[in-house]
């Protein structure tokens, strides 16, 4: 991942690469790579965060600090990506206490005795029946699964007369990395995780996979057709793509 910007001519009749000083703009610490080979300023996010500004030999420190200044935003951006990359999304344990999302909110489990269905979510806790827990990841994905056909066809009826469109109806399956799809015959398909996002951003998720049945791809009219559903999409679509992958472990 790099910014370069062009830092004029320069003769090129040698190349050396040596390893200076480093600089700190702010709170950053880069390391300096000279290089006469070079002919712009660039800067290097490595993979384990440590940053690297490349230049001619002819730049002064003035406008390496400079340049670094400009680009400290896009640097911090770059920094936070790598950071939330490598945060691992920890695996779902099915004990008493772990938490699990719907439609937002974190619930708590608790492991019962008896109970007349194996999964249940009531007075704000889910309840799992000790004889199930074997397979709790299953009854989990199917509970999910049920609330988010009956949510999602909610949320489709809303929108769809103002939004012209008349979708077959909704299933819910296992996308892998997609939130939802639309298929053959104006089907609606959604990932049973919708149902684990924030109601606001699930709708997002919808109204994106309706637009769908009028513009297949993602041209500026598909976006003029989602912000008219949903003026404030942008902000939601944000959200998503920032902590989509913190719901992603089950
Ligand atoms: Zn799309």
Redesign the pocket.
Known sequence: MQASVNAGDHPTDTSSVEAEACIRVDDLELAIRRSSKRRTLQITVERTGELSVSAPPEVGIDQLRDFVHEKRFWIYTKLAEKDRLQRAVPAKVFVSGEGFLYLGRSHRLKMVETQDVPLKLAHGRFALRQDAQPQAREHFIRWYSEKACVWLSGRVAEYQSRMEVAPAGVKVQDLGYRW?SCGKGDWLYFHWKTILLPARIAEYVVV??MV?LHEPH?TPA?WQRVERAMPDYAQRKAWLAEHGIDVEGL
Request: proline letters at 0%.
């Open positions: 939802g994106h996979e769908h993602h598909f």
